[in-house]
C-alpha cells in the first residue's frame, strides 16, 4: 500500500483489514503509533471534517499536522506537466512535492474537479500527477473520488450489520440548488460493490455517475454474485433496502453549461418518511454536510436510523488505519 488514492485500488479483504484497525483505533483513541511523523495536507477546496478528522488523526497517534491552502495562505500551484507558468500560479505541483516530501512522512491532497471539461477531469491529473512526483505516501482526502469516506462508510455499515452480503445498498440521489462533485457517490457505490453489497443507483435522467464507475460497480457485482441495478425510480429503488447513502451530485451532461431550469425541475427528490417506510428498516447516512429539509427531512435525519453522526466519527478512526498501514508499507519497502 504505496498511496491511498481510490477505493477500487483494494480489494475486499484489505478494506476489511482497515476496518478492524480502525474499530481498534475507536476503543483505544490515544496512542503513540506515529510519534514524530508529520503529515501535509493541501486544501485546494473549503472542508470541515476531512481537515479535523486528519488533524486530529495523526495527533492523537503522536504526530502533527501541518495544513496548506495553495493560493490562500500558501502559493498558488501549476499542476500540469510542461506548463509554462505565465499566469497567477507562483509554484508547480512538482517542485512543491519534491520539497514537502523531503519535510514530512505523509501528504493529503483535497482538490475537486471544476467541471468546465470532463473528459480532461475525469483523469485526475492532480491525484495522478502528486503521486508520481511524491517520494511519500499520498493520500487521496477527496479529488473525483473520496476513498476515506468510503471506508468510514463501510464501518459504518459494517458495525450494524453481521455481513455485508445480500444487504441492498441504494446510492440515492437529492436535491440541491448547485451541481455538486460526483466524488463520494462514486466511492461510495464501488465501496459497496467490492464488499458484496447488492447495489442499487437511483437519480434523475441524465444524472448517471461516469461510465468508469458504474462499469466497476456492474464487475464486482458480476464477481460477487451480487444485483445491481439502475432506475429513476425513488420508490422503486427504495423498496427492501438495507442501507441508504443520500448524496447530491451535478449532471455530467451540464459539465461547463450548468442549467437551472433543468436541474431544478427535480427539487422533488427529497428523502422523508413515507419513502424510507418503503425500505427493509433501512439506516440511512450521508457525507456531510447536507442542507436539511432540502436533501432529507429532519424527521428521517434525527431518526435512530439515522448515522450521520457515527459515519462523521468514523472519518477519524479510518484515516488512523489509513496513515498507519502507508506508514508500515512504506517503511518496509524501504
Not at 483494494?10 to 496512542?31: C, G, H, I, M, P
Not at 447495489?199 to 458480476?222: G, Q, S
Request: with cysteine; hydrophobic share 40%.
Amino acid at each position: 500500500m504505496k498511496h491511498f488514492l481510490k477505493i477500487e485500488d483494494f480489494s475486499s479483504e484489505q478494506l476489511d483489514k482497515l476496518v478492524v484497525k480502525a474499530n481498534e483505533f475507536k476503543k483505544v483513541r490515544y496512542q503513540n503509533i506515529l510519534k514524530n511523523k508529520t503529515l501535509i495536507t493541501m486544501f485546494f477546496n473549503p472542508s470541515t471534517r476531512t481537515k479535523i478528522s486528519f488533524d486530529l488523526a495523526i495527533t492523537e497517534l503522536g504526530g502533527h499536522c501541518v495544513t496548506l491552502e495553495p493560493g490562500k495562505s500558501s502559493w498558488g500551484i501549476e499542476i500540469n506537466e510542461g506548463a509554462v507558468m505565465d499566469s497567477e500560479a507562483e509554484e508547480h505541483l512538482k517542485d512543491a512535492i519534491k520539497v514537502i516530501s523531503r519535510y514530512a512522512d505523509f501528504v493529503g491532497i483535497r482538490c475537486f474537479p471544476k467541471f468546465q471539461d470532463w473528459e480532461k477531469e475525469r483523469k485526475d491529473l492532480i491525484l495522478h500527477n502528486l503521486a508520481m512526483w511524491s517520494e511519500i505516501p499520498v493520500v487521496n482526502m477527496e479529488t473525483i473520488s473520496h476513498p476515506c469516506q468510503a471506508l468510514a462508510m463501510l464501518q459504518t455499515i459494517k458495525n450494524k450489520f453481521k455481513t455485508f452480503k445480500k444487504k441492498k445498498f441504494v446510492m440515492s440521489w437529492a436535491y440541491h440548488p448547485k451541481g455538486l462533485n460526483t466524488a463520494v457517490a462514486n466511492s461510495a457505490s464501488v465501496a459497496a460493490s467490492i464488499v458484496g453489497m447488492d447495489v442499487t443507483i437511483v437519480n434523475p435522467p441524465d444524472y448517471d455517475l461516469d461510465p468508469y464507475f458504474i462499469n466497476l460497480v456492474k464487475e464486482n457485482c458480476k464477481v460477487n454474485d451480487t444485483e445491481f441495478s439502475m432506475t429513476n425510480n425513488m420508490d422503486e429503488a427504495y423498496e427492501g433496502a438495507d442501507f441508504i447513502y443520500i448524496k447530491s451530485w451535478g449532471s455530467l451532461k451540464q459539465i461547463g453549461n450548468f442549467q437551472p431550469e433543468i436541474h431544478n425541475q427535480y427539487k422533488n427528490w427529497k428523502v422523508d418518511s413515507n419513502l424510507m417506510k418503503k425500505t427493509n428498516n433501512a439506516y440511512i447516512s450521508h457525507c456531510l454536510p447536507l442542507r436539511r429539509n432540502m436533501l432529507v427531512t429532519d424527521e428521517v435525519l434525527d431518526s435512530p436510523n439515522s448515522l450521520i453522526y457515527e459515519e462523521a466519527e468514523n472519518r477519524l478512526h479510518v484515516q488512523k488505519a489509513i496513515l498507519c498501514e502507508l506508514n508500515n508499507e512504506w517503511y518496509r519497502g524501504k
